[in-house]
């Protein structure tokens, strides 16, 4: 399971990107991954990536060694949408593209996000983005129903196709556990 956070205040700002990456064992109940805070500069040459060592228990994230107080705070509070939130009846939003392949099993829909639904708002909550409206992109691979194997992303947009884009996204990937 993924979560990633992205924005760009400028041009001349560097674009940051907060992921939590954490890998789910089935088997064992046992959960573990990164949070990684990239900053990647325009030029490309004073670019940064630090990982954070994280696990979880009793369903609350725990920071793994030391590290500065912001990151975590940033950690502890944060929260995966598809934990705390339904994407409720899809079929009341505005689809703005559908594309479908009949010789691959992977579903894609494109909808406009009104700035007061559930979803938006959780974002802008949790994300400090403005009231605005959005995209929401959704993918998914695999049966789409009753399957244990495939993937599900999702990316809540903000100004797609403009420079200060701004965007939420949340994957599960669904595979059998691997032994340790």
């Known amino acids: 399971m993924s979560s990633y956070f992205s924005e760009k205040a400028s041009k001349n700002e560097p674009l940051v990107s907060r992921v ?12 573990k991954g990164n949070y990684i805070v990239d900053k990647i500069t325009p030029d490309l040459k004073d670019n940064q990536s630090v990982e954070y060592p994280v696990e979880m228990k009793n369903n ?7 590290m500065p107080r912001e990151i975590r705070e940033q950690i502890e509070n944060y929260r995966f949408l598809v934990q705390y939130e339904s994407f409720g009846d899809l079929s009341k939003l505005k689809r703005i593209k559908e594309p479908y ?17 559930r979803l938006n708002r959780w974002v802008q ?3 400090e983005v403005d009231e605005k409206n959005a995209e929401l992109y959704i993918e ?3 049966e789409l129903k009753g399957s244990i194997i495939g ?17 939420y996204s ?6 059998p556990s691997m032994e340790e």
């Open 170 to 175: 949340e994957s599960v990937e669904f595979q």
């Open 20 to 31: 939590l990456v954490l890998f789910i064992n089935r088997n064992n109940k046992k959960v």
């Open 125 to 127: 909550k949790n994300f």
């Open 101 to 117: 392949n009949e010789e691959m099993p992977l579903y894609t829909q494109t909808y406009e996000l009104p700035k007061q639904h």
């Open 60 to 66: 609350k994230l725990i920071p793994i060694g030391n």
């Open 151 to 167: 993937d599900f992303n999702f990316e809540i947009s903000y100004n797609p196709n403009n420079k200060n884009h701004k965007y």
């Open 140 to 142: 998914k691979s695999g």
